[in-house]
């Protein structure tokens, strides 16, 4: 009996122990973020993307380095001249007239080679290209960072995405458990001819209502704790996330919306992109335009041609050495309307990409007076929220406790549990909006950081216990 007392003792020890190891356990949000840095897929292409750019910077550098080459050929080659009429004159030999001179080398040996060098002096082709490959590195630096922020705010929106749907789910499983209660005692009540039988009714109704609720609440967590394992790479059965917590609000005072906007248009990652882009546009069309259509260059050049076989006239090679050092003046004089065609397409995009700049700007300061809004009536909407959760918990308390002496109805507690379900669920995610306003805000100004993150970590309730 004493090792079966033994065994039971440690049998009820080990079972709890097992079913807390099978419940996920909550990471915070920074751990959240660190995992997402290192396994979402759309932040590694912007990872790939930034890395792909950078050579860029040596590309613009290059454009205005020389460019040597050096070339070489060897092949079979027939060479023949032949002259009449021509004069020939030499110390000792006199004067002769009507001389001729006949060369023939057929099928022989062709070999050249040469080592060419070229210098750009002006070319303002080559200097719009350069600005257009600097533009297109800063352009890519911006996306990079505008790509972190992103994946800032999408971590934080999936992780108290998975926040509430859990909240959601243990307010419905403590709503079921209650309303369980209340059907159970009508019936009993009812028996007893102490209650009408449509309090029965209502209580049947209302738990198979609450049912419903908890499992499209249990689906929505697989739902939203799937996303979060997307983000992060980390076991969707391992996650669980934790909610804001109370407290008063301990940052100062917020700015007034026009400073917020002024930021905005200086700041915001999307804003000077859009900016770059324009600026990009104009130096295609500075290509194409008529001061960039002639080039100076630097020039040099050393090579040896040689050919030698047999010919008509014997054995027979020629050979010559050359070298030149100079400048080169090239000017286009007609290209059948193309460059102006050219010009004329960039100049227009180059109109879009202003337009684009001024949308963009739009849509920014809507989102921004959106967040804006969001965080000036937060803090007071969750201030009046706990007010009425805590008013709607105390009527549910004083209902149930009338409901037990016969004042209230059954739906008179079916409702009052309802409520407090509700104000429950609205003060979570009142909470979960005023800090993803916070972040947001920050996003659009271009200052949301790992600091701005913490801050948000920081405001997280202490894990509950399971």
């Not at 919306?257 to 002024?262: N, R």
Request: charged share 25%; net charge positive.
């Amino acid at each position: 009996m004493k090792g079966i007392s033994r065994a039971l003792w440690v049998f009820l020890l080990i079972v709890p122990l097992a079913c807390r190891a099978q419940t996920p356990a909550a990471v915070d949000l920074m751990e959240a973020w660190r995992s997402a840095l290192r396994s979402d897929k759309e932040y590694a292409v912007a990872r790939a993307a930034h890395g792909a750019a950078q050579p860029r910077r040596d590309q613009a550098a290059a454009l205005w380095r020389p460019n040597i080459g050096l070339t070489g050929s060897v092949g079979v080659a027939t060479h023949e001249t032949e002259t009449r009429g021509a004069q020939f004159s030499a110390p000792n030999f006199g004067q002769s007239n009507e001389v001729g001179f006949n060369t023939s080398v057929t099928g022989g040996t062709s070999s050249r080679w040469a080592l060419a060098a070229k210098q750009p002096l002006y070319n303002e082709t080559r200097r719009a290209e350069q600005r257009q490959l600097a533009t297109s590195v800063d352009m890519a630096d911006l996306q990079w960072q505008a790509a972190r922020q992103s994946l800032m705010v999408r971590t934080a929106e999936r992780y108290f995405a998975l926040a509430l749907a859990e909240e959601t789910l243990r307010v419905f499983r403590q709503q079921l458990d209650a309303v369980q209660r209340a059907a159970t005692e009508a019936q009993d009540r009812y028996k007893l001819g102490a209650l009408p039988v449509t309090d029965t009714h209502e209580a049947a109704a209302r738990l198979a209502a609450v049912r419903a609720q908890m499992l499209a609440a249990e689906s929505d967590v697989l739902i939203k704790r799937n996303l979060l394992a997307d983000t992060t790479g980390l076991p969707a059965q391992a996650l669980a996330a934790r909610l804001p917590g109370g407290g008063a609000e301990d940052r100062p005072p917020l700015q007034p919306l026009e400073f917020w906007q002024d930021e905005a248009q200086s700041g915001n990652p999307e804003i000077r992109i859009q900016l770059l882009a324009a600026e990009a546009a104009k130096h295609e069309a500075a290509k194409y335009s008529l001061r960039s259509s002639a080039t100076i260059d630097l020039v040099a050049e050393v090579g040896r041609d040689r050919l030698s076989g047999r010919g008509s006239f014997g054995p027979a090679g020629n050979s010559g050495n050359t070298w030149a050092v100079g400048i080169q003046l090239s000017v286009p004089i007609y290209t059948g309307g193309y460059r102006s065609a050219k010009e004329e397409e960039a100049l227009r995009l180059t109109g879009k990409a202003m337009a684009e700049v001024a949308h963009t700007r739009e849509r920014v300061s809507q989102q921004l007076r959106s967040a804006w809004l969001g965080l000036s009536v937060g803090a007071e909407r969750v201030r009046a929220l706990e007010q009425a959760m805590s008013a709607s918990q105390a009527r549910r308390d004083a209902t149930r406790l009338g409901n037990e002496v016969g004042e209230r109805s059954t739906l008179d507690l079916l409702n009052a549990e309802n409520e407090a379900a509700a104000s429950r669920l609205a003060l979570a995610q009142a909470r979960i909006g005023l800090l993803i306003d916070r972040l947001r805000l920050a996003a659009l100004v271009g200052r949301l950081d790992e600091t701005a993150l913490q801050a948000a970590n920081s405001r997280l309730a202490a894990p509950s216990v399971r």
